[in-house]
């Protein structure tokens, strides 16, 4: 019997494992550790993130992000998801100069987009080069699920690949990267970008910005009832 594949490589069984047994704790969140996680801070510092703020990494993995967010921001201030607790742990482990800035409950195993146990206080989110390697009904439903639960979210950044309008089958990227609509890594047109950001409550908003990859960076700004 052939074995399913996995709607993302990510889910494959004892993928984590294999990959910090090895040590390849940078290596298995795509490569360009201090390029990508300079510009991801970039982003989040042009957008007005302050150090009283509270930053909610989604998909943080290894911490890219985190060893340059934690010192920033103020103690406690951020927050991180990811499918592997244990690779965030690593993270904080072998990446942040302080580790002791960043409590541990900060750091929550979440597959699902679900949020537990993440409070409300939330300012800022971000969630690059995840949506990436996942299809668009699981897209849809984490972006709906990060609208709904936190209430006081102010900026929302993340990045998707985008294919021309009516595009069949595989698609190369500016960055070289080769993707498709049925499996990793995904993409989606523009319109239907735009079309599920809206469906769950937010309001797309494209940047030019040049990422790795050919990824194309959306802020999703919060529309709320009465707004």
């Known amino acids: 019997m052939t074995r399913a594949r ?6 494959a069984p004892d993928f984590y ?3 910090l047994a090895e040590g390849r704790h940078r290596a298995i969140v795509g490569g360009r550790w201090d390029e990508t ?3 991801q801070m970039d982003i ?6 302050r150090p009283d703020h509270h930053l909610l990494d989604i998909g943080a993995g290894a911490l890219r992000l985190g060893c340059r967010a934690v010192p920033y921001l103020d103690p406690g201030h951020y927050w991180a998801t990811d499918a592997s607790r244990a690779l965030m742990l690593r993270g904080r482990e072998a990446e942040l100069p302080d580790p002791a800035r960043l409590p541990e409950d900060r750091l929550i195993e979440d597959a699902g987009f679900d949020l537990p146990g993440v409070p409300g206080c939330i300012t800022h989110a971000i969630c690059f080069a995840v949506f990436t ?3 668009r009904d ?3 439903g984490a ?6 639960r936190q209430p006081g979210l102010e900026r929302f950044f993340f990045t998707l690949f985008l294919a021309p309008d009516g595009a069949e089958g595989a698609v190369r990227q500016p960055d070289g990267v080769v993707t498709h609509l049925d499996r990793p890594p995904y993409h989606l047109t523009r319109e239907d ?11 797309p908003v494209f940047s030019d910005r040049m990422l790795p990859r050919g990824q194309v960076l959306i802020e999703a700004v919060p529309v709320r009832s009465g707004s």
């Open 6 to 11: 996995p709607a993302s490589p990510y889910l």
């Open 193 to 203: 970008a735009a079309r599920l950001t809206r469906a769950a409550g937010f309001e």
């Open 133 to 135: 390697h996942l299809p």
């Open 143 to 148: 972006l709906r699920r990060i609208h709904d």
């Open 17 to 19: 494992d294999r990959a």
């Open 138 to 140: 699981v897209v849809a």
């Open 37 to 39: 996680g300079r510009l």
């Open 44 to 49: 989040l510092r042009d957008a007005g993130l």
